[in-house]
């Protein structure tokens, strides 16, 4: 083959980028022996991918039975396509590289209006870089690497978040004909807004005048996703996740209590998926009053609202000083070269995404984490059995180190 090594190095160690920032890196390629090459390209590829199966009966024309007919439908948006040299030519003549390491660097400006890296059961927003040796009467050879790319959710923005939310379920029930008492369930959260990393308050307010026993209350931070394709016909599915789940419990019948429960949220990425139209991303605090008994149980939800910037109002808010807190433990290791650019430019490094730096100069830059959903693989329609993979992909998103409460008391 001749290539012994490819590597793919991006100027920040989380291979991470806002939208509207500049990709830089190199791609070192090592030889073990002499390479003939019409050219290098480099290109930058950001799209959404949905895709499943259906399968649904037909009639057969020529037998007149039933058949399981198997249905593939996909959809598909390209946000940016960026393809140039970064050696050579179209035109250019046959170069022989020797044997050795070749290192070449290459940029690339996002887009300020791409949808945060998503990766789903049924689709994805992902963004790739693919290196092409360009090679005169043979098969052009392909290395790719995917990186994340955040869109940012100020939670500062939206007035709605900022306020309590509650929500009240009730029933009443008919035992042996005789009619007990309500049984009454309050949940609070103190804001609806919330980012990676941070504790979800929760205050419930269990009144149970009834004589149903309650086996179990749970609290469940869950993920809503929509998916949408387009061909051969339009249609959609909804998928739900359990993110995080507390349970309290049991109460009697004719007994009250109260409980104060912390939810911590993982690394997710943000509400909404802005500018993407195949997939839609919400977040709930789903409640559901598990009740003894043949009786239906009791369920509602809270919507939650996932940013990438957190409320600064929210008590308890993270560390506020007037120096970055500093935690070595989560110190990145130092980017080999190209290095990053002084003062925490490049990419995601440092806090300097969306002018976050400059609005909220106090509030501690985030780390960011993999998230809870991993591709087994990055191959596309577009690759072929010549494109080699560069590292295991996982996106990553900003996730806060806060000071956390203290242990729920009962």
Partial sequence: MGIKGCQIQLDNPWNTYYAGQTVNGQVLLTFDKPKKVRGITARFLGEANTSWQEVRKTTNTQTGKEEDETENLTGHEEYFQIQYYILGGKNAAETELPAGTHTYPFSCALPPTLPSSFEGAHG???????????????????MKMAFTVISPVDLNLNPRIKEPAKLELEKSFCCFCCKSGPLAVIVHVPVSGYVSGQIIPIT?????AS???????????????????????????????????????????????????????????????????????DYQLYIEVDVSGPHTNLTGHIPITLGTIPLVSFQPPAPMTDVPIQDPSMAPTQPVSPASPPNGSGGALGWNMGDSGQLYPNMPPPTFSEGDFKPESIVDRQDSEHTALIGNFAPRYPTYQFNKPSAPSY
């Avoid at 790739?128 to 392909?142: E, G, S, V």
């Avoid at 909804?238 to 009697?252: D, F, Y």
């Fill in 124 to 142: 994805h927003v992902r963004y790739t870089i693919k290196i092409t040796l360009d090679r005169p009467w043979k098969f052009d050879q392909d």
């Fill in 204 to 208: 419930a307010e269990c009144d149970n």
């Fill in 211 to 281: 004589n149903v026993d309650i086996n179990i209350i749970k609290f469940i931070l869950r993920k809503v996703v929509t998916f949408t394709v387009t061909q051969p016909r339009a249609d959609k599915k909804v998928e739900k996740v359990t993110i995080a789940e507390l349970n309290v419990g049991p109460i009697a019948g004719n007994e009250s209590k109260n409980f104060n429960q912390q939810l911590e949220i993982p690394p997710l990425p943000p509400s909404n998926l802005q500018n993407c139209g195949l997939i839609d991303l």
